[in-house]
């Protein structure tokens, strides 16, 4: 039995045939879009550089989306490139199998995966965002949800069968613009920290394939990244991540400017003559001091959800960066 669909029963589903490499759509890789925690958030993202706004707000049932919900997105973004490689019509409608997501992801196919994966779609669709991306040179703000509507098809003795889901325009405007689309590395969804998830987004978009990399101010970092966790905190946790060094394919390296902290990231392939060693764990000079309260990241408190792909080889570099959206830019060479 197929539940009724309040949805454009026109728009032709793109049927998912196979696995596709992985993808990721640049205006999601650095902007605050998601959670980054795994607990339930309320509290909306509120950010603003330039021109360019961004606003989500989820309901209280359910929360807001979080950045593993978004793997959801991306395996769909990366279903749509490849049809369109392989000269298949695309739709914002897409049809598959659980079963299939499933086993991509690496997962069991018990009901306990499906109904988290169903728990994924509900956040989705009830998070609310607006933004005023890639609307031009007239301001206005677009709105939308992560997913407009989706379906669960029941088979016999009520398991389910196949799902469709329709995507936003936007989102779906933002994938067929090949500029606007990145190849990422599958241990991608081998990362278990919110903030880790999204800083490896960041650098793929920003440091991706050059040798003199990317550098920001910690405190520029924190805005964008939408997280909770006080400024402290989150500098604590950055260097948590250089101690580990657990970006897949990013070298990352903590520099100070006066009063100002930076993180640098560079392609793990480049090698560095360093005045002195980077110290991966420190104190984070605020008063008092405290603790983050968690073992990894100050956004993480339960085991990892939604992954994707096994591991596969990077695709090509990323195109040049947005100037919006970063303070630093590639680091400065002594004397200049």
């Known amino acids: 039995m197929r539940a009724p669909s309040s949805g454009d029963d026109t728009l032709a589903p793109l049927i998912v045939a196979g696995a596709a490499r992985p993808r990721d759509q640049r205006d999601l890789m650095e902007r605050p879009f998601f959670s980054l925690a795994k607990s339930r958030r309320a509290a909306p993202i509120r950010y603003q550089a330039g021109d360019v706004e961004v606003w989500v707000q989820g309901l209280p049932e359910f929360g807001m989306a979080t950045i593993w919900d978004a793997d959801v997105l991306i395996w769909a973004g990366s279903q749509i490139v490849e049809a369109a490689d392989l000269g298949r019509a695309t739709s914002r409608r897409l049809r598959f199998l659980p079963y299939q997501l499933l086993t991509a992801i690496g997962r069991a196919t018990g009901a306990t995966e499906y109904r988290l994966l169903k728990a994924a779609l509900r956040r989705l669709q009830s998070t609310v965002v607006a933004t005023t991306l890639r609307n031009g040179e007239h301001w206005r703000r677009h709105q939308f949800s992560w997913i407009n509507e989706w379906t669960e098809i029941v088979g016999p003795g009520g398991r389910t ?25 599958p241990a991608y969804f081998q990362l278990t920290g919110g903030i880790e998830r999204w800083l490896y987004r960041v650098a793929r978009k920003h440091a991706g394939r050059q040798l003199a990399g990317w550098r920001f101010d910690v405190a520029h970092l924190h805005a964008k990244s939408g997280s909770l966790a006080r400024r402290s905190d989150f500098a604590l946790d950055l260097r948590r991540l250089v101690a580990r060094q657990s970006l897949p394919g990013y070298r990352l390296l903590m520099e100070r400017e006066g009063k100002r902290e930076l993180l640098r990231i560079l392609p793990s392939r480049v090698t560095l003559d360093l005045p002195a060693a980077v110290d991966g764990l420190v104190t984070s000079g605020a008063r008092p001091l405290v603790i983050s309260g968690v073992p990894a990241s100050g956004d993480q408190a339960q085991d990892p959800q939604l992954t994707l792909w096994p591991n596969a080889e990077n695709g090509p570099r990323n195109s040049d960066s947005n100037l919006e959206s970063n303070l630093e830019g590639p680091p400065r060479r002594p004397g200049r």
């Open 161 to 185: 069968a196949g799902l469709e889901i329709v995507l936003p325009d936007w989102f779906y405007r933002g994938v067929l613009d090949r500029s606007l689309v990145l190849s990422i590395d």
